[in-house]
């Protein structure tokens, strides 16, 4: 018997070519495992090199914003004429303890220091419980006259900071309050920009979880101090910062309504250093590194709990 010859043929791998047709849409064939090396390799590299060149810069930028303050420091140890020396001195010198004698000798340094922590922290204590409820309530509460009270708030915000000082003034004057604690802190505790900020921070809290806690028969003060307050916590930090910073800079409220050197915050009492013939620089440069100090451990202790208060936020459901 003889096999046909139209009999087909098993398909073989080796003896037949097949093609295979790529379907529309699909994503092209991955490149040879040499090419895609390369291409990370390269991806790799120039992501390095864009984290060094930004390192670069953000030292360098560190290196210009810390010049000031190393200078002052500089300067603090050395006496008026070393500090206008030619070539200028770059090193610590041995004058740092004579600069402190002659500034407590001057201006009573040490009460000065006191007087300034007292007003910054008392300022920033009740500006930020100020600042915070009157924020809640323009955020959180609906009652007749909140978008004109909140516009007024803000309108505040244009008038300059120097034309509030004559009726202030003239206030403080009428009740007694000249040369006194309160009327260095009570007046601008209301701070227009602190309750925009806590204002913008409070609409992002979810509405359903105050009505919640109402509910559950929470009052409006526990459900402000634990429930909502602790979720705005970047936003409190900020505001610490702010408050702070504005009440230990302040130079031309306190020297206004503060008379007797007993009561002089630091900005007046270096203000007093500069006399018509003679000006101790040394000191001036001592009692101004001593007061870069305060400010420092307040902005990187809040820093910390701004960063944190940000990540928890990121992380929370």
């Known amino acids: 018997m003889s096999v046909s010859s139209d009999r087909a043929e098993p398909d073989q791998p080796g003896r037949a ?14 490149p040879p495992p040499g090419d895609a090396g390369a291409a990370g390799r390269r991806a790799i590299l120039k992501r390095r090199v864009g984290q060094i060149a930004m390192h670069v810069l953000l030292v360098i930028g560190a290196l210009v914003t810390l010049v000031p303050f190393l200078w002052i420091v ?13 070539p200028p001195n770059l090193l610590p010198g041995d004058f740092l303890v004579q600069n402190l004698v002659n500034l407590q000798a001057m201006t009573g340094f ?20 100020v600042c915070s409820m009157a924020g809640y309530g323009l955020a ?17 915000i244009m008038v300059p900071y120097h034309v509030l000082t004559v009726p202030l003034f003239q206030l403080m004057s009428e009740i007694g309050w000249i040369n006194t604690y309160q009327a260095a802190i009570l007046p601008f505790v209301a701070n227009a920009f602190g309750i925009f900020l806590m204002r913008q921070s409070f609409l992002s809290f979810p509405d359903e979880l105050i009505e919640a806690a109402r509910v559950d028969g929470a009052g409006e003060l526990r459900i402000f101090y634990r429930i909502v307050l602790p979720a705005v916590r970047p936003s409190l930090a900020a505001l610490v910062i702010w408050l702070f910073i504005f009440q230990w800079n302040n130079f031309l409220w306190p020297l206004l309504v503060l008379t007797t050197r007993e009561m002089y915050t630091i900005p007046v009492a270096l203000s007093s250093l500069i006399g018509l013939s003679r000006i101790d620089y040394g000191a001036i440069m001592t009692g101004t590194a001593i ?3 305060p400010v420092m451990i307040v902005f990187l202790f809040f820093q910390r709990q ?5 990540l928890g936020g990121s992380v929370r459901g």
């Open 17 to 30: 070519e097949t093609s295979v047709e790529t379907p529309e849409g699909a994503p092209p064939p991955a």
């Open 74 to 86: 500089i300067a603090s140890t050395h006496p008026t004429s070393g500090i206008f020396s030619r």
């Open 110 to 129: 040490a009460r000065v220091v006191f007087n300034s922590v007292l007003i910054a922290g008392t300022f920033t204590i009740i500006g930020v419980v």
């Open 140 to 156: 959180k509460h609906r009652f007749r006259g909140r978008g004109v009270m909140l516009g007024t708030v803000l309108l505040t």
């Open 291 to 293: 007061a870069v100090i």
């Open 306 to 310: 701004f960063i944190s208060g940000l």
